[in-house]
Nanobody, 122 residues
Framework: QVQLVESGGGLVQAGGSLRLSCAASGRAFSSGAVGWFRQAPGKERDVIAAIRWSGSSTYYADSVKGRFTISRDNAKNTVYLQMNSLKPEDTAVYYC???????????????WGQGTQVTVSS
């Protein structure tokens, strides 16, 4: 069993920045991956970014390329999502997710965090 706890969400003005953290505990995925998804009201849950714990592979959705950066600290079992140049359309609940392979779709996710709200005001 793996537990994922997100933190760092909040309210920010357009153009601002936030950093989300996801602390993982429990069974470790030494060869697995962690990612960030988001879900806005009335929309599907979509992947934003993903990274292998080894750091060998990363994935970014086109909508966030150049603005968001995913990173991990293996010693802390923590994954970060640095979000810059935030836009109102980035407003959503952001979820941390873990799986055995690069989690680029919800079908590849084995574990979900509880989610953290990010609201970007115009």
């Amino acid at each position: 069993q793996v537990q994922l706890v997100e933190s760092g969400g909040g309210l920010v003005q357009a153009g601002g920045s936030l950093r989300l953290s996801c602390a993982a505990s429990g069974r470790a995925f030494s060869s697995g991956a962690v990612g960030w998804f988001r879900q806005a009201p009335g929309k599907e849950r979509d992947v934003i970014a993903a990274i292998r714990w080894s750091g060998s592979s990363t994935y970014y959705a086109d909508s966030v390329k150049g603005r968001f950066t995913i990173s991990r600290d293996n010693a802390k079992n923590t994954v970060y999502l640095q979000m810059n140049s935030l836009k109102p359309e980035d407003t959503a609940v952001y979820y941390c997710a873990a799986g055995r392979v690069l989690v680029t779709t919800p079908k590849l996710v084995d574990y979900w965090g509880q989610g953290t709200q990010v609201t970007v005001s115009s």
